[in-house]
């Protein structure tokens, strides 16, 4: 309910208003009352005073109904005032179709929506046979065309003329060939256009109102905190929080730079990208070995005798007697039983 009041100070409010309310607020233009029943609406609804204070009761225009679309090519022959009729039973206080211009001319579209009087809106109604989903309403921002605000019409604006296309003021849109220019947010579009940040923000706090069922100023609180102010964006804000601190801000903390000593440079071997296999039975190679192998006693085969489909190679180790015969490379063997420490056999190797 909606008091009109001056002030309720120094009177018995629970007693007039028949018993403890639910909540109460304070508008610019009046309390806001929340009540617990239906019963108790009613019976604060014939007030005309509070003590001696007197007050006028009303219903709130916003906050006591409920907003929804549905959408019937059945109905789209049918009147307005018809389907009022026929589904003020449902609820059903008020109801508007929507229509849209083509050439000129207003059609009207198979989409209504309905108002009801009740805060909750039902899931579905029943127009004859039918059950039609009930879709929550959620309207365009209102803008003013006299001074392309929004949250307010033309009829109740106090504001200058200003153009819809370059945001000037002191002429209309209808004949302006200017850049474009929009009055809310300063973009390059005009101020029309559905593209506006300020356009979108408006329509998300509408949004928010609706769907959580406050007053306009509680959602437009609620939207504004939810939204990053320009320039501060979360990577901006990311790398404020993890940046390392200062060292100039401590003057406590000092810092020397110092060359290490010349043994301990000695001492440090280069580091290098080799990657070297880690065994517990493997013991260290230089590297010199390994870029440069000594390959003196490498022998340069000139006539190459046809090997057997399978040969059995017993040991890379010569024995002693096999020492003149054998043409593998020593220095290699040795490197080879060095980095292994085993002795190494091959399998029979299959030359198909």
Known sequence: MFLKTKSLKNCKVSKELQGEVKSTKKLRSGDLVEVESPKQAKQIAKLNSLSIIPVTVNPHATLNSSKGFISCGELLNESVEKI??????????????????????????KHLILTFDSAKLPENIEAGYMRLSVITYIPNPLRCFQCQRFGHSKTSCRGTLTCARCAEVG???????????????????????????????????????????????????????????????????????????????????SISHSKPPDSIARASPLITNLLIPFSPSVSPVIEETLASPDLTDFTLVKSRKKLKKECLIKEIIPSPKQKKSQTFPRPLIVKLKTLFQQRITYLPISLY
């Open 84 to 109: 009022t009729k026929e589904l003020s039973s449902q609820g059903v206080s008020h109801v508007r179709r929507i229509s849209i211009r083509r050439d000129g001319q207003l059609l009207n579209t």
């Open 171 to 253: 002429h209309e849109s209808t004949d302006c060939s200017r850049a474009e220019k929009c009055v809310n947010c300063k973009g390059e579009h005009t101020s029309f256009s559905r593209n506006c940040s300020a356009w979108k923000q408006e329509k998300e706090i509408i949004s928010t109102k609706i769907k959580k069922q406050i007053s306009y100023q509680e959602a437009r609180k609620l939207v504004k905190s939810q939204t990053p102010t320009p320039g501060n964006s979360y990577v901006s804000v990311a790398k404020k929080s993890f940046s390392a601190p200062s060292v100039q801000n401590n003057p406590d903390i």
